[in-house]
């Protein structure tokens, strides 16, 4: 199996081997094709394997120092793809943070979304007391999400709300779903649901773009 790969212009390692169904050349030429090769600067390298830290952090991925390490342990191809496209956003966002948070009109749009679920939620749920305003991520608010609401739960409240369930844990994890529709996902939705996350992408997007 072959262990090292390129995806536009960043070097792809496989440490640990991936299941046999996993055809990772389709992975990265599907990605490829999808996202702009300007949103890969920042990166300097990809790893694919079985990490400690993602043990610890309980994460099937994560963006730290310039590398993305994404699980080896995969559903399907699209499983990856969604996890890889998922640390690119995180990335881009690490390296754009002031042209999409300095008004802080997403941070708004978020909070927004955050006040209109808390009465849905205290329907049935004891609500972490600065849910609304906590933006940030927050271990409590994560916690209370996914093991004492979970997110089977979270996805029917939550629905016509937030873009998916991991979405409410953060204005990061916002906009890092947002990216994930506008690439691979339904853009006409975001676009009607997230009106201002999807504006701010799409800013973005050609401000790069003029640049390149």
């Keep these: 199996m072959r262990d090292h790969f390129n ?4 070097d792809v390692f496989v440490k640990d081997p991936l299941p046999e169904e996993i055809d990772v050349s389709f992975v990265f ?20 394997g079985n990490f ?31 996890d890889i496209i998922h640390e690119i956003a995180h990335a881009v966002e690490t390296n754009h943070q ?3 948070y300095s008004t802080g009109v997403l941070q708004r749009e978020f909070v927004s979304k955050r006040t209109r679920l ?10 972490p007391s600065d849910f609304v305003v906590n933006f940030e991520y927050d271990q409590d608010i994560d916690d209370f ?13 939550a629905v016509n709300i937030f873009p998916s369930p991991y ?8 906009w890092a779903k947002g990216f994930e529709e ?3 996902g339904d853009q006409g939705t975001l676009r009607s649901l997230c009106p201002v996350l999807y504006k701010v992408l799409i800013s973005l997007v050609k401000e790069l773009a003029d640049e390149t």
């Design 52 to 82: 400690p830290a993602m043990k610890e952090r309980e994460v099937s991925a994560y963006f730290e120092d310039g590398a993305i390490y994404i699980t080896n342990k995969q559903d399907d191809e699209m499983d990856m793809i969604e």
């Design 167 to 174: 979405s409410i844990t953060s204005v990061r994890e916002y």
């Design 182 to 184: 506008l690439f691979i």
């Design 118 to 127: 808390e009465p849905l939620l205290l329907q049935s749920y004891d609500v």
């Design 7 to 10: 995806l536009a212009g960043v």
């Design 98 to 100: 002031e042209f999409i």
């Design 145 to 157: 999400l996914f093991k004492d609401v979970g997110y089977d739960n979270l996805s029917q409240i």
């Design 29 to 48: 030429e599907y990605i490829s094709s999808r996202i702009p090769f300007f949103f890969m600067s920042g990166i300097d390298i990809i790893y694919i």
